[in-house]
């Protein structure tokens, strides 16, 4: 099978990066071709296919770096309505390579829809692996500043999203967001969508809600992707939080949970808006032994997520079933994660991990402080997180389930 792989970045940059490559590889290792479609950039891995790929508009990892000129403001506001530029330079890439598939990730602000038409036209199937909430939401995370979780727009009261400022906290960003998405639901993008592969069964719920037909919904988790025999997995008394340092991610709550402990905790991770240093600031004068350890690549965190007696995933939003859990797993580690979203799914109470309730700091407190003082649950914990990942997100299940999505599409098109 060839198939074309859309994703807005072509380097990785987080969670759904780590699947576009780890999925690439599998991919090519069963045999099928497979093709990049991207946007430019410096950080981006080389490949044959990048002279088809969109000029850059910005910052490709999270905005807000770029100096913004007339050009660069009106090619961001093109991509998040229609692209000719897309159109174009995917339909060449369609018609000179001539796939069985298209596999996108994502493309909502960078790319366009214009893509999915393209393909659409050409009659060549289209898969959508859903990493959040695009459209449903036009910040696509359920989530904003002033009123915390927050689905008005799910419900269709869209001048929510103005009114609450959802987007990168702008009036004015806001609307041409939810313009650009009331104009794909009068398009009716998604009915040019042959399949959903959805990571959770929440967002799932959720996209039945917002009128995806039940029939193109697959639930397919996300899998660890595995480079030889992990180390043996070591027990030591420090608490672990791996991800992106924003608001939504609960990261006021775990740090108020370890205040005034004797508890250590290390944040490994990056704030693209200056959150970090607000979380500093509240941290001046108090007792504590929380250390921020900064940005780091996979490699780097493995030690850690080696040595940590557990891993924290404390988040506030809808949390798209985030790698974190899953690394944490594959390295016999237990999770305390919050009991919200699509967390339950992963984390089983007791059994990989504890769980507790919303922003309840004392909650968490309390379950670090138990896996302190017995360490042996979290090696019984830890255990079975890893027997999940080796019977439930494998390589190999995951390939053959998405097959099972992708195969009788392009069997459907050759008859």
Same mark, same amino acid.
């Given at each position: 099978m060839k198939i074309v792989l859309v994703n807005y970045r072509y380097f990785i940059s987080g969670g759904p990066e780590r699947y576009y490559f780890n999925i690439k590889r599998i991919l090519e290792q069963e045999g099928h071709t497979v093709i990049p479609f991207s946007i430019k950039s410096p950080k981006n891995y080389e490949t044959e296919y990048d002279r088809y790929f969109l000029e850059s508009v910005d910052d490709e990892e999270y905005f807000a770096n770029t100096k913004r000129n007339a050009g660069t403001v009106l090619k961001s506001f093109t991509r998040m309505f229609w692209s000719r530029e897309a159109t174009r330079k995917f339909r060449r890439l369609l018609l000179d390579t001539r796939p069985d598939m298209v596999y996108i990730m994502q493309y909502h602000n960078k790319i366009s829809p214009s893509i999915i038409y393209t393909a659409h036209k050409l009659g060549i199937p289209v898969v959508h692996r859903i990493s959040d909430f695009q459209y449903m939401c036009p910040n696509a995370l359920f989530y904003n500043d002033r009123t915390g979780v927050c689905e008005d727009c799910l419900e269709g009261r869209r001048m929510s999203c103005i009114r609450n400022r959802c987007v990168h906290g702008s009036t004015m960003l806001s609307a041409i967001k939810a313009a650009a998405k009331a104009l794909h639901d009068t398009m009716g993008v998604t009915r040019r969508i042959d399949a959903f592969v959805v990571p959770s069964e929440f967002t799932l719920g959720k996209l039945r809600r917002y009128g995806i037909p039940a029939e193109k919904l697959r639930h397919i988790p996300t899998f660890f992707n595995q480079d030889g025999d992990l180390p043996k997995p070591i027990?030591?008394?420090?608490?672990?939080?791996v991800g992106r340092i924003e608001k939504q991610k609960g990261l006021a709550t775990l740090l108020k949970a370890f205040e005034g402990t004797g508890m250590n905790l290390k944040i490994i991770g990056f704030s693209n808006d200056g959150y970090e240093n607000t979380l500093k600031a509240s941290l001046d004068g108090k007792r504590h032994n929380?250390?921020?350890?900064?940005?780091? =690549?996979?490699?780097?965190?493995?030690? !850690?997520? %080696?040595?940590?007696? $557990? =891993?924290?995933?404390?988040?506030?939003? !809808?949390? %798209?079933?985030?790698? $974190?859990?899953?690394?944490?797993?594959?390295?016999?580690?237990?999770?305390?994660?919050?009991?919200?979203?699509?967390?339950?799914?992963?984390v089983e109470n007791n059994i990989t991990g504890y769980t507790f309730p919303y922003a309840d700091s004392d909650a968490l407190r309390e379950r670090a402080q138990y896996l302190l003082d017995n360490p042996a649950e979290a090696q019984r914990m830890g255990t079975e997180a890893r027997r999940r990942i080796e019977s439930e997100y494998s390589p190999r299940k995951h390939y053959e389930v998405l097959m099972q999505v992708l195969q009788p599409l392009t069997n459907q098109r050759s008859s």
């Open positions: 027990y030591e008394p420090f608490f672990l939080y929380i250390e921020f350890l900064g940005r780091m =690549t996979f490699d780097e965190i493995s030690p !850690y997520l %080696n040595t940590c007696i $557990a =891993t924290i995933v404390p988040s506030e939003w !809808y949390d %798209n079933f985030p790698n $974190a859990i899953l690394e944490s797993f594959a390295y016999s580690k237990p999770v305390i994660a919050t009991d919200f979203g699509s967390l339950k799914e992963l």
